[in-house]
């Protein structure tokens, strides 16, 4: 008997064009022989919609427009009552489906920072990806920093900022983010993801606009000094025994992996297995699943760190929704491992069924 699984899409998230991307992956790639596959786009303003369009209309953002395909759409919050709930043309009436496992396929605020999470743990269904502690810490680059620090985890130099003061202080924000490093400094929302937001500033005119642009996307900005090394990425899967694939390598082809870099221009290329040594590659697994465990991650993760000349890791951060995009590393490395797209979906949905029971 089919499953059926559901796969949320959008939502109100800076990474609203990503998640477009990635869930026609995903939905190209589930085994139409085992799952009855169920679409609900949530739209830029937060409304949750039945699709039963094309993909191609996903992919092109045309989806919430597509009026003869879309049903207002609402999970029950009931424990254990697993229905979606979708609004009919007779007024107070609805359909039913009952949902075995949810894929969210989303990225950003409001998706992948423990709100989605919080909301899918009250219904009982089962989901891929961490809860929504760990969901919520990782998320933000602070409270990660803050806690894999008690562990003698390696990371950059950083400095924190809250929006009131770099707007109120931009000169003492510029003082204190100097005494972090020299400069190239990089300035980051705390919140944040695909690069969304992130500047690289050389000097203090190019700090304060980055101070700004960063504070424009969360209420919270770090400054990191620049680490120079390779941007090496590994994929963690698992619950309680996790697993990480061989790290690969992005070469950005300009001066940082920013938006542009990875999903618009060609510059960017990548290497799998990432160019270090073999002892350097088990070493970033080994961190990797290290700090997945830290964090309470299950399901899967991505773990991002740079790898110095001299072989020195340091951590970058960890996304616990990584993309899924055809270019996206995380499904990537697990092919490389032998592992096809379609059969990583199938473990992924068995992670999250036996971590609900």
Same mark, same amino acid.
């Given at each position: ?34 799952? #009855? ?24 953002? *045309? ?5 003869? #395909? ?21 007024? /107070? ?121 960063? =504070? ?13 090394? *390779? ?20 070469? =950005? ?29 088990? =070493?970033? *697994? ?29 951590? /970058?951060?960890? #996304? ?23 059969a990583l979906l199938d473990e992924l949905i068995a992670l999250a069924e036996a971590a609900g029971k």
């Amino acid at each position: 008997m089919k499953k059926n699984v559901l796969c949320l899409f959008g939502g109100r998230s800076t990474e609203y064009k990503v998640s477009l991307r990635s869930v026609c992956t995903v939905l190209d790639a589930l085994d139409k022989e085992k799952y #009855n596959i169920v679409r609900v786009g949530i739209t830029e303003d937060g409304r949750w919609y039945h699709y039963t369009g094309t993909n191609e209309a996903i992919l092109a953002d *045309r989806w919430h427009a597509d009026d003869a #395909n879309l049903r207002r759409a609402m999970l029950s919050s009931s424990w254990g009552d697993h229905k979606l709930y979708i609004e009919c043309e007779t007024e /107070n009436t609805f359909d039913t489906v009952t949902i075995d496992a949810v894929i969210p396929v989303v990225h950003g605020a409001y998706c992948e920072d423990g709100t989605l999470q919080g909301l899918l743990s009250m219904t009982g269904i089962p989901y891929v990806g961490p809860h929504c502690a760990a969901s919520a810490v990782a998320m933000d680059k602070v409270f990660t920093k803050l806690i894999l620090n008690n562990f003698g985890i390696p990371q950059a130099k950083c400095a924190v900022f809250t929006r009131t003061r770099i707007d109120t202080d931009p000169i003492g924000a510029c003082d204190e983010a100097e005494a972090v490093s020299a400069y190239p400094l990089f300035v980051k929302p705390a919140n944040a993801g695909s690069s969304i937001g992130v500047s690289k500033a050389d000097d203090r005119t190019a700090l304060i606009a980055a101070l700004r642009l960063a =504070a424009s996307y969360d209420d919270k900005v770090l400054v990191e000094e620049c680490i120079i090394g *390779r941007e090496v990425e590994c994929a963690v899967l698992g619950n309680e025994q996790p697993a990480a694939a061989i790290p690969g390598e992005i070469n =950005a082809g300009a001066a940082f992996y920013d938006y542009d870099a990875k999903y618009i221009t060609d510059t960017s290329s990548d290497y799998i297995p990432a160019r270090i040594s073999e002892a350097a590659l088990e =070493a970033v *697994r080994a961190y990797a699943v290290q700090i997945y465990e830290i964090l309470g991650c299950r399901g899967l993760s991505r773990v991002d760190f740079f790898v110095t000349a001299d072989e020195q890791i340091i951590f /970058n951060e960890i #996304n616990t929704l990584p993309g899924f995009t055809s270019i996206s590393m995380y499904p990537k490395l697990w092919n490389h491992m032998g592992k096809s797209t379609t059969a990583l979906l199938d473990e992924l949905i068995a992670l999250a069924e036996a971590a609900g029971k």
